[in-house]
């Protein structure tokens, strides 16, 4: 597996770790890491990691998302998309920046957007604050 060095794994908020299975949506602030199974809708101004053995299988809405395991579903991000060479992704893929990696061996099934317009970094702010409606909302 391929160690991403963009996001700091010693800064976690939250970790599902491997065996556990999650049905529901999620959303929160800071660094989460799925190692586990989760099924349900995912949002975040922040950072999230896919381990290699994760499975999930919902929408994705964050700042920042680094994959090793399985995705299925649509994923937006502000920023980073990252897919390491273990991973499997089905789902189109959506990021307001130009930083999309996917890494040799990877599976990506889907279509991309890059630098969309209602992405770009003029409108991150706007994203960053309909994220923490959706949050309020929810707590």
Avoid: P, W
């Avoid at 920042?64 to 998309?81: A, D, E």
């Avoid at 273990?86 to 991309?112: D, M």
């Amino acid at each position: 597996m391929v160690k991403s060095t963009n996001v700091d794994e010693k800064e976690l908020t939250a970790f599902l770790a491997e065996g556990t299975n999650f049905k529901g949506d999620l959303s929160f602030e800071g660094t989460v890491r799925i190692d586990g199974r989760f099924e349900g809708n995912i949002t975040s101004k922040d950072s999230l990691i896919i381990g290699e053995n994760a499975v999930v299988d919902g929408e994705i809405v964050v700042g920042k998302i680094i994959i090793s395991g399985k995705v299925s579903g649509n994923i937006t991000s502000t920023g980073l998309v990252e897919i390491n060479s273990t991973a499997q992704v089905h789902g189109n893929i959506k990021t307001g920046s130009n930083r999309l990696i996917i890494h040799e061996g990877a599976i990506f099934s889907g279509g991309c957007e890059m630098n969309s317009s209602d992405l770009s970094e003029s409108s991150s702010k706007d994203f960053q604050h309909t994220v923490r409606q959706m949050i309020d909302e929810e707590t």
